[in-house]
Each structure stands twice: as structure tokens, then as C-alpha cells.
């Protein structure tokens, strides 16, 4: 349990590293290709707004996924130490594990989005 826990913070990640440099990649390009001489065509960035937003749902679904996973696998864990005879210990100590999954409001999802949500903007908002 403890490697599949290991696993799943890793993948984590990993997905959020690959989005999120894809996420920066396209603000920066799109206000790149925008602040030339002249502007992309409005259905361009229409498809760069959608892009963003496709690449950002897809990646806060595998983010969602793998918490889930990474969930199940401090339950089970949190589970064998109780059948052991071992919790109350852990929970002395404030846990043998952190559990990120418990109380988070601001993480990776809402990451993604915020970076999603300036890939939009910068494709649509005009520039002066």
C-alpha cells in the first residue's frame, strides 16, 4: 500500500507538471503570436481558448482520478494500522502519513484551472 501511495503522489506530479507547463507554454505563445503586428484571426483564438479549456478538464480529470486512487490507499493503510493495533500511535505522532486529500481547497485541480482560466483570457481578451 505504502508503494502504490508513493506511486500515485508521483503521478500526481507528474500530471500536474506536464499540464501546467503545457498551460504556461500557451499564455506565453498565445501573448507572443498576439503582440506582433498583427493580431491571430478571432477563430484562432477561439481555438486556442478551447484547447486550454480541453487540455484542462482532461487534465483536472486524471488529477481527480489519481487522488481518488492515492484516497484509497491511505484509507487502506489508515485501516491495517488499526488492525494492528497501531493507530493510536500514529495518531500521536500527527500521523505516520500526511493526508493532502483532507481539508485541501487550493491544490492541483485548482491550479490547472486558474492556468486554464489565463490561457483563455489571454487568447480572447484584446490587446492594446
Known sequence: MLEEVAFRMDKLWRLFSWTSAVLTAMI???I???TGEHDLLMRLRGILAGA???LALYGVL???QNLRLER???DALAAHDEALGIADYN???RGALRRPDVG???GY????LLLALAAVAAALIPLG
Open 32 to 34: 507572443a503570436l498576439r
Open 52 to 54: 486550454a479549456i480541453v
Open 104 to 106: 485541501v481547497v487550493v
Open 62 to 64: 486524471w488529477l481527480r
Open 28 to 30: 506565453g505563445g498565445t
Open 109 to 112: 485541480p485548482l491550479t490547472v
Open 91 to 93: 495518531a500521536s505522532i
Open 72 to 74: 484509497q490507499a491511505r
